[in-house]
C-alpha cells in the first residue's frame, strides 16, 4: 500500500509539474514568441496525458461552481460518467461532515493566508457508497477565467485497511483486557462503528435443544427482542448454512416467496449476518441492518464482521475454557477427598514430597513426619525399595504410568497393595496406593472356591460316563481314552489353557447322549440296521439338549454337538462343513475316530493302528482337520503316544515299528 501510494504520489506530482508548465506556457505566449505549432503540439500533449492519466484530473470554476472539464479516471472515482459530472454541483459530491473544510479553504484564500494544495475528504459516488479521496488543487488560467486544476487518487483501500488495522488492535486488546462479555461485545460495537453502521447490531446464540434464538447483546432503532424461534429467520438461515448473508429487501423478499427464509420484525433495507463460531461449530451469528441505507454494507463490511465474529467467538471459547477449567478443577479436588486411596508425590530418589491418606494405617510411621523422608525410611524391605525405585525411574524416563503390587508388613499384619506410578514432570511422579488385602484375599477364597466346583463337576460328569459304560460295557473306558488323546492333541498344538479345560470336560462325556439309545443296540455283537443307526445318530443332539442348561465356563454342550461334525458337510447331525466347525470339535473327532478304531468291538476287531493312521491320513482336509491330522500321526509315530487306562496306567505303545 506504501509503494502504490507513493507512485501515485509521484504520477500528481508529474502531472502537476506538466500542468503548471502547460499553465504557465498559456500565460506566458507573447513573452516567449512562441509559435503556433509549439503551442498546438504542447497543447495535445497534455491532452493526452490528462486523458490518459490513472490518477483523476479536474478543472473546476469557482465562480461558476461547477466542473469544466473531468478525465476518465476522476470519472471512475465517483462512479458518475464524465457528463454527469459536467453537470454536477460538486459540493453534492462532498459528504456533508467534510464540506465546512472546502468552505473554510476558501475562506483563508480570499483572506490572502498561505492554503496547502493538498487535502483529503471524503465523497459519496454514485451508489451511495463512501470514497476517501486525496487531492491537490492548483490555481489556474482556463480559457482566460480563473479555475483550479486538481488531481486526485483514490485512498479508500488505505484508509479502510489502516481503519481496520487498528480495529483489529483495538478488539485484539480488548478481549485479552475485557472480562465480561457483554462490556467486550459494547466496546467492539463502539470501535467497530468507525467502519461501518452500528446502529443496529446484535449478537444472537442458537440453543438446538429448543430451536430458539437468544440475544444476549441487542441494540435495534425499531425492535426489542430478548429471543425469538429460530424457525426459518435470516439469522437461523446463517447458523443452518454456516455462511454469510448480506441481502436487500428484495433478496429477503425472494427469499421468503421460495421459502428459504420467514421475516420477523420490522422490514431492514439491508441486512447483514454472519456466522459466530467456537472451534469450528456454529453456536450464533453477528448481525447489522440498516432500515434506511439500502447502501450501507458490502462485501467489505462482511470482511470486516467476520472478523469481528472470529474475535468473539474466540472470547467465547476463552472463557468457556476457563470456566471448564474451574470446574474441572473443582471436580477433580472434590474426587481426590473422596477417594480412598493414599496419594504420594515423591522424587526421583524416593523422597516424600507431598502426600494424602485418610488413614495412618498405609504408613508405618506417623503422617507427620513422612514428608522429607525417604522410602527406606518408612519401613519397606530393601527388595521393595529397589522395586520402587525401578517403578519411579521408568515412569520418569518413558513418561508412562507404571503398575506395582507389593506387600508389606503393618500393625495388622502383612498387607497387599498395588500403585501407579505416574510422571508428574522430570523429577517428581504420583503414586496412587490402594489396600488390595480384600480383595487378595477374595480372590484366594474364590480360587479355592471355583477349584473345589470345577472338581465336583469333573467327578459329576466322570460318574455319568460310568453310568453309560454300565449300559455299554464293550466301550467302557472308551470317553475317558479319547479324553486322554485329544488333550495329548491340543497340548501339542498349544491351545490355550481355557480351551484345553473345556476340551477335557468335553472329551470325558461326548457319548452321553446314547443314554437314549437302548442297550441291546449299543451292545449287538452285529452290524445295526438302517434305523437302528439312525437313532444312535442322535446322540451327540440328545448330549446337547441335556448339556446346553449347565453354565459351564467353556463351550462343553456345543463341541459335543460337533464332534460328529465332518469338514466336507457329510457329518451329522447338522451338517456342518469346515469353518462351522469349533477347533474343539475337530480335535475330539479325530480323537474318537482313532481311540474307536484302535478298539476291539464285538461286531469287529480292532482295525491296527496302520489301518486306522491312513483312515485319518487318506481323509485328511476331506473329513477331518489336516493340523489336527498332522499331530496325531505324530503322536503315535515319532513319540509314543500311550492312551493308558482310566486310571492312569501305562498302556500299549502304538508306534508302527513295534
Sequence with gaps: MAQKLKTDKSLIDEIAEISARASGTAQSIDKQKQTEAERGENAERYRILTEEALIGVHIY??????????????????????????????????????????????????????????????????????????SRVHPILYNNEAAFLGHSIDITERKRAEEIQRLQYQIAQAVL??????????????????????????????DKNTDTITLPYFVDEKENFDSFPAK??????????????????????????????????????????????????????????????????????????????????????????????????????????????????LARDGTYID????????????????????????????????????????ALDTGRTQPLEYEMKTPNGLLSYEARIVPLNKNEVLAVVRNITPRKRAESELKQSLYKLEVTIENTLR??????????????????????????????????????????????????????????????????????????????????????????????????????????????????????????AKILAVADVVEAMLSHRPYRPTRGIKTTLEEIEDNKNILYEPEVVDVCLKLFNEKAFKFGDANGNNGTDFRQNK
Design 355 to 394: 502426600f494424602k491418606a485418610d488413614r495412618d494405617v498405609y504408613l508405618a510411621i506417623p503422617r507427620s513426619e513422612i514428608i522429607g523422608k525417604n522410602i527406606r525410611e518408612t519401613g519397606f524391605p530393601e527388595d521393595y525399595v529397589n522395586l520402587i525405585l525401578d517403578r519411579i525411574n521408568k
Design 232 to 345: 426459518k429467520t435470516p439469522t437461523a438461515y446463517v447458523i443452518r448454512n454456516d455462511r454469510p448473508l448480506l441481502a436487500t429487501w428484495r433478496d429477503i423478499h425472494r427469499m421468503i416467496k421460495v421459502g428459504e427464509v420467514e421475516m420477523i420484525g420490522a422490514p431492514a433495507k439491508l441486512w447483514l449476518g454472519v456466522p459466530l463460531k467456537v472451534r469450528g461449530d456454529v453456536i450464533g451469528a453477528i448481525v447489522v441492518q440498516s432500515y434506511t441505507d439500502e447502501n450501507a454494507f458490502g462485501e467489505a463490511e462482511l470482511e470486516i464482521l467476520e472478523f469481528v465474529s472470529s474475535q468473539i467467538g474466540l472470547s467465547i471459547e476463552s472463557r468457556r475454557t476457563e470456566q471448564m477449567l474451574r470446574d474441572s478443577v473443582a471436580r477433580n479436588q472434590a474426587i481426590l477427598e473422596a477417594i480412598p486411596d493414599m496419594m504420594l508425590v
Design 61 to 134: 470554476s469557482d465562480k461558476q461552481k461547477r466542473y469544466l472539464f473531468v478525465n476518465r479516471a476522476f470519472a471512475e472515482i465517483t462512479g458518475y460518467s464524465r457528463e454527469e459530472l459536467l453537470a454536477l454541483d460538486p459540493n453534492k459530491l462532498v459528504v456533508s461532515e467534510d464540506r465546512n473544510v472546502l468552505e473554510q479553504r476558501g475562506e483563508s484564500r480570499k483572506r490572502g493566508e498561505n492554503v496547502s494544495i493538498e487535502y483529503t475528504l471524503r465523497i459519496r459516488r454514485k451508489n451511495g457508497e463512501i470514497a476517501h479521496v486525496m
Design 463 to 584: 460318574a455319568m460316563a460310568k453310568i453309560l459304560e454300565t449300559r455299554d460295557p464293550y466301550t467302557a473306558g472308551h470317553q475317558q481314552r479319547v479324553a486322554v488323546l485329544a488333550m495329548a492333541i491340543a497340548k501339542e498344538m498349544h491351545l490355550p489353557e481355557n480351551q484345553l479345560k473345556g476340551l477335557h470336560i468335553a472329551a470325558l462325556i461326548h457319548d452321553i447322549g446314547k443314554i437314549c439309545v437302548p442297550a441291546e443296540i449299543l451292545s449287538r455283537p452285529t452290524n445295526l440296521t438302517e434305523s437302528e443307526f439312525a437313532l444312535l445318530k442322535t446322540h451327540p443332539e440328545v448330549g446337547y439338549k441335556i448339556l446346553k442348561n449347565i453354565e459351564f465356563r467353556w463351550p462343553v454342550a456345543e463341541i459335543i454337538v460337533q464332534h460328529h461334525e465332518r469338514l466336507d458337510g457329510s457329518g451329522y447331525p447338522r451338517g456342518l462343513k469346515n469353518g462351522e466347525i469349533m477347533l474343539e
Design 177 to 206: 483486557t475485557t472480562e465480561d462479555l457483554s462490556e467486550l461485545i459494547n466496546l467492539i460495537r463502539k470501535e467497530l462503528g468507525n467502519v461501518l453502521d452500528t446502529r443496529n447490531f446484535s449478537v444472537a446464540l442458537y
